[in-house]
């Protein structure tokens, strides 16, 4: 069971995840393939000390069965942060509504989309919010 964690720790959490982040764009650059941006980016967490988790398959519940649709996150941290990388021209409300759709099926309170196809890293970030009292989708 996770350990509900405060505020504070959060905004910490995800600050440090958005450095490791920039660090990997700083050292890479834009223009790769997603896959790429991957790979570094879990060696920087890990090196900052999180845990990880990768291509972490997320079932879907329909009507009392589960259903192995192809959902597939990219990395969770600390088992609390989700986080949806995309190397795309820009992002798309649907890429919003994919991490959206993932914190409402795993219970998860935190997201953060990262697309990398950009000159400054900041400009690449999203960071969603699981409102409380949103149903958990099983």
Same mark, same amino acid.
């Given at each position: 069971?996770?350990?509900?964690?405060?505020?504070?720790?959060?905004?910490?959490?995800?600050?440090?995840?958005?450095?490791?982040?920039?660090?990997?764009?700083?050292?890479?650059?834009?223009? *790769? *393939?997603?896959?790429?941006?991957?790979?570094?980016?879990?060696?920087? /967490?890990?090196?900052?000390?999180?845990?990880?988790?990768?291509?972490?398959?997320?079932?879907?519940?329909?009507?009392?069965?589960? /259903?192995?649709?192809?959902?597939?996150?990219?990395?969770?941290?600390?088992?609390?942060?989700?986080?949806?990388?995309?190397?795309?021209?820009?992002?798309?409300?649907?890429?919003?509504?994919?991490? /959206?759709?993932? *914190?409402?099926?795993?219970?998860?309170?935190?997201? *953060? /989309?990262?697309?990398?196809?950009?000159?400054?890293?900041?400009?690449?970030?999203?960071?969603?919010?699981?409102?409380?009292?949103?149903?958990?989708?099983?």
């Amino acid at each position: 069971m996770r350990r509900m964690r405060s505020e504070a720790e959060i905004n910490a959490l995800t600050w440090t995840i958005i450095k490791c982040a920039m660090a990997v764009h700083s050292a890479l650059g834009p223009g *790769l *393939l997603e896959s790429a941006y991957h790979t570094c980016l879990l060696l920087e /967490l890990k090196a900052a000390g999180l845990s990880c988790t990768s291509h972490v398959k997320v079932p879907l519940s329909y009507r009392g069965i589960t /259903l192995e649709c192809g959902y597939t996150l990219d990395i969770i941290v600390e088992g609390l942060v989700i986080l949806e990388l995309k190397a795309v021209d820009s992002l798309a409300p649907v890429h919003e509504a994919q991490l /959206l759709t993932y *914190l409402k099926l795993t219970g998860l309170p935190i997201g *953060l /989309l990262l697309n990398f196809n950009v000159p400054h890293m900041k400009d690449g970030i999203k960071r969603k919010i699981l409102a409380k009292g949103t149903p958990h989708v099983s």
